[in-house]
């Protein structure tokens, strides 16, 4: 009896016009908790997102820098080592060579002229998230004997994280020589 009691009262009310506060009051509360629910999934899927992306860029980087550096070293000739620098001939015999300056890492291009190899372009309106730090107190460039050792950190400045790269190269044409 009390169910068509209920039932009686909801067709009647809903004959009505307007509203009761507090049907608007439960609303509200169902839409603050739905929020309250919802809101921390999107900061952290945000976070995420963010996370990621620095990953990416930062795996990116980091690769294109190795295998670079690495490509250019195993094969150098005439190798000048300082510790922001090297200068060295590549294969064709042409000058190259890689510095690290305002915080990115550049490829000394045979025209005398340099090509950016980590950070990104932003025209000018901010500065790069992506930057080049040493590891601890080592040179970026080093070398012992014929070796090449290079230990650069891409740093994202707003993530935090950090891609390493460490080499230790030894040019073929050293090792050529040694052969013969």
């Not at 049907?23 to 509360?29: F, P, R, S, V």
Request: proline letters at 3%; charged letters at 20%.
């Amino acid at each position: 009896m009390e169910a068509f009691t209920f039932l009686s009262a909801w067709r009647s009310r809903k004959k009505a016009n307007g509203f009761v506060l507090t049907e608007l009051a439960a609303a509200l509360a169902v839409a603050a908790i739905v929020m309250a629910a919802i809101l921390p999934m999107l900061v952290q899927t945000a976070a995420n997102c963010r996370y990621g992306e620095s990953w990416e860029e930062l795996s990116r980087q980091g690769m294109v820098m190795e295998e670079t550096i690495f490509g250019v070293l195993r094969f150098a000739r005439n190798i000048e080592v300082s510790a922001k620098t090297i200068r060295c001939r590549d294969e064709q015999n042409g000058l190259t060579g890689f510095s690290v300056k305002n915080g990115r890492v550049y490829r000394l291009l045979s025209n005398g002229s340099e090509q950016p190899l980590t950070g990104s372009v932003k025209a000018g309106l901010r500065e790069d998230r992506i930057s080049v730090r040493s590891q601890g107190d080592r040179p970026y460039f080093s070398a012992t004997g014929e070796k090449i050792h290079v230990h650069i950190e891409l740093y994202d400045a707003y993530t935090g994280q950090s891609w390493p790269c460490v080499l230790t190269v030894t040019p073929l044409p050293c090792q050529w020589e040694d052969a013969a």
